[in-house]
C-alpha cells in the first residue's frame, strides 16, 4: 500500500486486497469518490458514493462480477434486486455484452426501471414484496447457463463493496474513524466494510475496529428489533411500505452475519420514520446534495443525535447516541435523488 499515491483513481488501486484484476475493456472508473464535510454536522463526513457511473454504492461489487463472469465467458447473467444493484448489473453486464436479466418488485421506483431497460436488461417485474422477489429469482437461477449474480451471497460483490472502507481508511490519512453510519436491509454495506476494517487490521495498517451504526427505516426494522431483545436473528416482523425502498427487507438472508459483525464492533442498529427521512433528504439537498430517500436514512440518524429527538425509551438508541455525536462520523450517501426524483 506504500505506492497508494501514484496508483489509479479508482477502486482498482487496491489490487493486493480484490480477487480478480482490473478489465480494461469493463471497468469504468468506479471508486474513490469523494469524502466532503457536511455544512451542517461538524463533525461528520459524507462519502459521496451516488457519483458512482449509475449513482449508487452497487458499483462497487457489479464491476467485480461483470469482470469475473467475463473471464468465466458467461453469456447471461440474473440478478434480483429493489433497484440500484440491478441498475448496476445491468450496466456493467452490458458494458461486458453479457445479457441480463433482472428481476425486480412491481413497486420498483419508475427511474430505476428506466435505467435498467436503457443498459439492454430484460426486466422482470414480480407482484409482492422483495422475499417474493427473491424467491422468484432463486427458482429461475436453477435453469443451465445462467449466472446467479446476487450481491446478497457471490463473495466477488462483498469484496467490491468493501473497497469503500478501504477509501475510508486512505482518505482519512490513513486511519479509521470513530464510526460509520451505514444503512441496512440485505446488508451488503455493513459486511462490507466490516471485512473491510478487519483486513486492514489484520494487515498493521489500523489500529481498532470502528464502531457500525446501522440504520433501518421504522417501517420495516426486523434487525433493531432483533439487536433490542439481544437475538442472534430476527423474528418476522410486520413490514409496512416505506419511502427508504432499498432497505426495505424484512427477512434479510445474512441477518445473523450482520448482526454478529455490528456487535463485534461495540456498535447497534436504529431505525428512522419516513417524516424523518425526508427532512434529512431536504437537509442534504440544502447542502448540494441531492441523494434518494434510502441515502438519507444515515444522515438522519445522525440528526435525531446531535438534537437529542430520538426515541429515549430504545434499548439501541441509548447506546447509538453518544456514538453519533461523538469524534469523527462518517455517513455514506449511496444513491442519487434522480433514481427516485420527487420532491425532497
Known sequence: ????????????????????????????????????????????????????????????????????????????????????????????????GIGCTVYVPESTSPGKLAQMRSHGALVTLVPGSRADTAAAALDAAGQNGIFYASHVYHPYFLHGVKTYGYEIWEQCARSLPDTVVVPVGN?????????????LIAAGLAERMPRIIAVQASACSPLEHAMALGLVEPQDV?????VAEGIAIAAPPRAKQILLA??????????????????????????????????????????LAVDRSFDAASVTWAVAAPLLVAGAVIVPLCGAGLKLPIAP
Request: with cysteine.
Open 262 to 303: 455490528i456487535r463485534d464492533t461495540g456498535g447497534t442498529v436504529v431505525s428512522v420514520t419516513d417524516a424523518q427521512i425526508t427532512a434529512a433528504r431536504r437537509e442534504l439537498a440544502s447542502e448540494g446534495l441531492f441523494v434518494e430517500p434510502t441515502s438519507a436514512v444515515c444522515f438522519a440518524a445522525v440528526r
Open 238 to 242: 410486520q413490514a409496512d411500505t416505506t
Open 1 to 96: 500500500m506504500e505506492a497508494l499515491p501514484g496508483r489509479v483513481p479508482s477502486l482498482w488501486r487496491y489490487p493486493e486486497a480484490l480477487p480478480i484484476a482490473v478489465d480494461a475493456a469493463i471497468t469504468l472508473g468506479e471508486g474513490l469518490t469523494p469524502l466532503v464535510p457536511s455544512r451542517t454536522l461538524a463533525h461528520v463526513q459524507l462519502k459521496l458514493d451516488f457519483l458512482l457511473p449509475t449513482l449508487s454504492f452497487k458499483d462497487r461489487g457489479a464491476v467485480l462480477l461483470a469482470t469475473l463472469a467475463t473471464q468465466l465467458s458467461v453469456r447471461h447473467a440474473m440478478v434480483d434486486s429493489s433497484g440500484n444493484a440491478g441498475t448496476a448489473m445491468a450496466a456493467y453486464f452490458g458494458r461486458a
Open 187 to 199: 446488508g451488503t454495506m455493513v459486511l462490507g466494510c466490516y471485512l473491510a476494517f478487519r483486513e
